[in-house]
């Protein structure tokens, strides 16, 4: 019944739900306190109880056939002019709500601009590690992902190594910064190198080329660090923007685009995303949490637990001899297998009762994810686990 496209696609998703299940069978079996699950993205932090408050007034106070209707495929006029607004004040830009497209979700979001923008064949560039479900994204549109290879130890986007992959087809650059899974954000300085790549090419190829930022961890950054708002930088630009890891809303499925008007063709390609959202089967970005949002869209974000959490990781690690760049931003720590094969290196871990992704599952073998959004208890007692695999490879 099934089709050979999505038979591999089952295949590959079924090693993440092993790992699901390994966690839970685990924990039944030694009590959750002592198994490490550093596997999944998902936020331990609550979402914000302004949140919450939101929704029960919305409910409580809306007319139902407002709450729940249908709309816009775009979604509310009024919400999307408040998050204009919202990036106006913060980032100096001149956005109304034209410019502003709700999405359900990140994943949403990007699917939407890809069935926007790919014709069969068309090239999609990712910097390598990359969040493996593009791999899935682009595919679904016909499009072939092309990888530029990983840039250790820094994992700093390479511009030279971008400029030698893109060619006539392609379509669209994706970056996501700060980064999942290397933790990395990247500069003003990475950027507008990047910019002047995809400009020169653009030219000399006389073509369009797309630059999609999928930004989840926006304001998930340290040390006073900035993220560059990149429709500054390159006018091809889209924002893909999600509430998932910001407001600790990843069920809720919620998010926006953001098309600036200095992109070609903006309104013809501002159509396109919109019909995309509606073909696609998501029709809208689901209500009550589009009016949530729009309530909170200056919500502060508890970057302080995961901060705590990434100190503590970082440290007890490298203080163990293990090497990783020292993550500046999101919630995940990238670090050196001591072998090359990092797929051994997590059943070694695995042993420990430590859950970690191999890097290969990034596009880059050799190292594995640590995601620290988990409570600080699990960071600082799964450093006996880790100890004893360091001692294992001779590092301390
Ligand atoms: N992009 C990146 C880089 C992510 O890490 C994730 C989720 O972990 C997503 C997109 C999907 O986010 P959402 O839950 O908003 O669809």
């Known amino acids: 019944m099934i089709s050979d496209s999505i038979k591999e696609l089952v295949e590959k998703s079924s090693v993440i739900r092993a790992m699901f299940e390994e966690g839970a069978s685990l924990a039944k079996k030694y009590g959750p306190e002592h198994v490490y699950d550093f596997s999944l993205g998902n936020p331990n932090v609550?979402?914000?109880?302004s949140v919450n408050e939101s929704i029960k007034n919305i409910l409580d106070s809306e007319k139902s056939t407002h709450i729940h209707g249908y709309m816009n495929n775009a979604g509310f006029p009024a919400v999307r002019e408040k998050i204009a607004e919202s990036l106006n004040k913060k980032y100096a830009t001149t956005f109304s709500q034209d410019n502003i497209i709700m999405s359900v979700g990140a994943a949403g979001g990007m699917n939407s601009i890809l069935k926007a923008i790919l014709d069969p064949g068309d090239e999609v560039v990712v910097f390598a590690p990359f969040f493996g479900e593009y791999t899935s994204y682009v595919s679904n549109f016909g499009g072939k992902l092309?990888?530029?290879?990983?840039n250790p130890p820094e994992f700093k986007p390479d511009a030279e190594a971008l400029s030698k992959v893109l060619t006539k087809k392609t379509k669209a650059v994706i970056i996501n910064n700060p980064n999942n899974p290397t933790g990395v954000v990247y500069s003003e300085d990475d950027i507008k190198r990047l910019c002047v790549v995809l400009s020169d090419k653009a030219k000399e190829y006389g073509t369009d080329i797309a630059l999609i930022s999928d930004e989840p961890y926006r304001e998930l950054v340290y040390d006073g660090g900035e993220?560059?708002?990149?429709?500054?930088?390159?006018p091809d630009t889209f924002i893909c923007?999600?509430?998932?890891?910001s407001l600790s809303l990843p069920g809720e499925r919620?998010?926006?685009?953001?098309?600036?008007d200095e992109m070609s063709e903006s309104e013809k390609v501002r159509s396109a995303v919109t019909?995309?959202?509606?073909?696609l089967g998501f029709v809208n970005a689901p209500s009550l949490m589009q009016l949530a949002v729009a309530e909170n869209v200056d919500a502060e974000v508890n970057v302080a637990a995961y901060d705590k959490n990434r100190k503590a990781l970082y440290d007890g690690l490298t203080g163990l001899g293990f090497e990783c760049v020292k993550p500046e931003g999101a919630f995940y720590l990238f670090l050196?297998?001591?072998?090359?094969?990092?797929?051994t290196f997590c059943d070694m871990a695995k042993n420990e009762n430590i859950l970690l992704v191999p890097g290969s599952a990034f596009?880059?073998?050799?190292?594995?994810?640590?995601?620290?959004?988990?409570?600080?208890?699990?960071i600082i007692n799964s450093m006996e686990g880790f100890k004893k695999l360091a001692s294992t490879f001779g590092l301390s």
């Open 46 to 49: 609550e979402a914000p109880a």
């Open 146 to 150: 092309v990888t530029v290879p990983p």
């Open 227 to 234: 993220v560059p708002f990149l429709t500054k930088y390159y």
């Open 241 to 245: 923007y999600s509430y998932s890891k």
């Open 254 to 260: 919620i998010g926006y685009i953001v098309i600036p």
């Open 275 to 279: 019909v995309a959202t509606r073909i």
């Open 336 to 343: 050196k297998s001591p072998i090359d094969d990092d797929k």
């Open 363 to 378: 596009g880059c073998s050799g190292y594995v994810r640590i995601a620290y959004c988990v409570a600080y208890e699990t």
